[in-house]
Nanobody, 115 residues
Framework: QVQLVESGGGLVQAGESLRLSCVGA????????MGWYRQAPGKQRELVAI???????NYADFVKGRFTISRDNAKNTVYLQMSSLKPEDTAIYYC?????????WGQGTQVTVDS
């Protein structure tokens, strides 16, 4: 059974930082591209950042320079370091594991940024 479990969300003030973690189980973690997506109330889920099996990264324009995605295959964990948070970053953040046509999702972690 595949499980992706996110943690690290919370309530912060604008300008502060948070680090999200996502631990995977039930998959060969190193074989999957890992992504972070987010969904704000009333909006569609959108890509935040993705990291390939080889460590290449890609970011949405709205987080470039502020967020950093990384992975530790030995710990089956992907991270999202978020800095200079803005109220518009408020959303549920989801972790995904992607390999060809397979995609798995975590349950999400709430990030709320107060102005």
């Amino acid at each position: 059974q595949v499980q992706l479990v996110e943690s690290g969300g919370g309530l912060v003030q604008a300008g502060e930082s948070l680090r999200l973690s996502c631990v995977g189980a039930g998959i060969r973690f190193s074989a999957y591209a890992m992504g972070w997506y987010r969904q704000a109330p009333g909006k569609q889920r959108e890509l935040v950042a993705i990291i390939t099996t080889g460590g290449f990264t890609n970011y949405a324009d709205f987080v470039k320079g502020r967020f950093t995605i990384s992975r530790d295959n030995a710990k089956n964990t992907v991270y999202l370091q978020m800095s200079s948070l803005k109220p518009e970053d408020t959303a549920i953040y989801y972790c995904s594991a992607e390999l060809l046509l397979e995609r798995y999702w975590g349950q999400g972690t709430q990030v709320t940024v107060d102005s």
